[in-house]
């Protein structure tokens, strides 16, 4: 494996689910490259402390490729149910580069578009969208931003950080600062915040996430979900 797959990979709405996938190294003409899957089964799919499936089970899965020097992309989707929502999915394409500044400290920029196929929200045909991702990871901790310029423009700013506690258990904490730029759920700013713990049993990564944010109307969202590496 010749490096950590880096934190853009989980670009997609669904970070709550995604796991950091194994990896085969592989020798190519331009040099050499690390290849890895995820599949995901979930029984819902939260984003920033909401439900997007309104309660509903989802399964999304990837495809990575990391270079030796750093830069990669992807393949991410998932589906898509809920109150709102025509069945559809969501496919995230991505392209990136993560480095690091010392042996502690990393990076990762990213550019990635989010494609919703057969997809629409209040009746209306869900728009695809383009946003750039940044963040800096260091002894557990990660800080970073997405910009997001298309169909709503927004800025979102996260913290998050991922403890080790007995029994192989992880727990990982994020909150998160949406500023929003258009009219969308009435011009509200918010706030969302997760807690998830996680746990890997035979080689499936099992996770339970709770996560919510300060919008009014919204409930508190709980999820489990494994996921498989290849």
Do not use: C
């Not at 709550?16 to 290849?35: H, N, Q």
């Not at 490729?65 to 991505?94: N, Q, R």
């Not at 992880?170 to 996680?198: K, M, P, Q, R």
């Amino acid at each position: 494996m010749l490096k950590k797959l880096p934190v853009a990979i989980a670009v997609a709405s669904s970070v709550a689910f995604s796991s950091m996938a194994v990896s085969e190294t592989v020798e190519s003409p331009i040099g050499k490259l690390d290849v890895s899957m995820t599949a995901t089964l979930a029984s819902d799919w939260l984003n920033r402390g909401s439900s997007l499936n309104g309660g509903n089970p989802t399964v999304q899965g990837s495809l990575d490729v990391v270079h030796e020097s750093g830069f990669y992309a992807g393949i991410w989707g998932g589906s898509m149910a809920g109150d709102e929502k025509t069945a559809g999915s969501e496919f995230d394409y991505y392209v990136g580069y993560g480095g690091s500044i010392t042996e502690d400290i990393t990076y990762d920029l990213a550019v990635a578009t989010y494609i919703y196929s057969g997809t629409t929200w209040g009746g209306e045909d869900a728009e695809s969208d383009i946003e750039y991702l940044g963040s800096i990871s260091a002894y557990g901790g990660t800080v970073g931003l997405k910009y997001r310029t298309e169909d709503v423009k927004q800025l979102y700013t996260y913290l998050g950080y991922s403890y080790a506690l007995p029994g192989a258990v992880t727990l990982s904490a994020s909150v998160g600062f949406t500023d929003i730029d258009d009219e969308v759920n009435n011009g509200e700013d918010y706030t969302d915040w997760s807690l998830s713990l996680g746990k890997s049993i035979a080689s499936l990564d099992f996770a339970l996430t709770y996560a919510t944010n300060d919008l009014d109307g919204t409930d508190d969202n709980f999820a489990v979900s494994v996921s498989k590496s290849f």
